[in-house]
């Protein structure tokens, strides 16, 4: 079983959102480790001990709220069951096997559909590139470079394979 002293507390779990089961997380610290986990497991503290759910979700709203959605949470209910229980996720390793692991996970995002906010579909991410010093996310077979760096990715949906990014004027026209 894992202790508070192997996490770091992201957030308060403050109300439901919607009807699928979303949750509102409020005083969100740490948001770019957050984004980090979305797809993989999170800790909710329950009842004195910490208890391992699969985050799926995590969207940014601003004003240190960000609302996230879990695998076995499937109804408004559900998500009001953990109402003002804090969320934790595993400490940061910076370590080799950190990058790799990091790596690993950009890997999973091949065959994601990259949307921009603002201009939409870009198209589907093909490869990484790893080789440079900044990881880029390859589209459309090379069409589109996305620098792999959580600061543009707005929104994950494991569900839909999508990955919403805020890119910066330009960056598709270089």
Same mark, same amino acid.
């Given at each position: ?56 979700? +995590? =969207?940014?709203? $601003?004003?240190?709220?960000? @609302?996230?959605?879990? #695998? ?6 559900? %998500? +009001? =069951?953990?109402? $003002?229980?804090?969320?934790? @996720?595993?400490?940061? #390793? ?6 790799? %692991?990091? =790596? ?71």
């Amino acid at each position: 079983m894992i202790s508070r002293e192997q996490c770091t507390r992201i957030g308060t779990l403050a109300k439901p959102h919607g009807v699928r089961g979303e949750i509102l997380l409020r005083n969100v610290e740490h948001l770019a480790d957050l984004m980090e986990f979305c797809s993989g497991f999170v800790f909710i503290d329950i009842d004195g001990g910490l208890v391992p759910f699969f985050l799926t979700g +995590a =969207e940014p709203t $601003g004003n240190d709220e960000t @609302i996230i959605s879990f #695998d076995s949470i499937s109804t408004r209910e559900m %998500a +009001a =069951e953990l109402k $003002g229980k804090w969320l934790y @996720i595993p400490v940061q #390793d910076t370590s080799k096997e950190k990058v790799v %692991a990091s =790596e690993t996970k950009r890997n999973s995002y091949i065959g994601y559909t990259a949307i921009d906010e603002i201009t939409g579909i870009i198209g589907i991410i093909t490869a990484v590139d790893e080789s440079e010093m900044n990881p880029l996310f390859i589209v459309d077979d090379g069409r589109v470079l996305i620098p792999a760096v959580t600061e543009l990715v707005v929104k994950i949906n494991q569900e839909k394979k999508q990955i919403v990014f805020s890119l910066p004027a330009g960056l598709l026209e270089l």
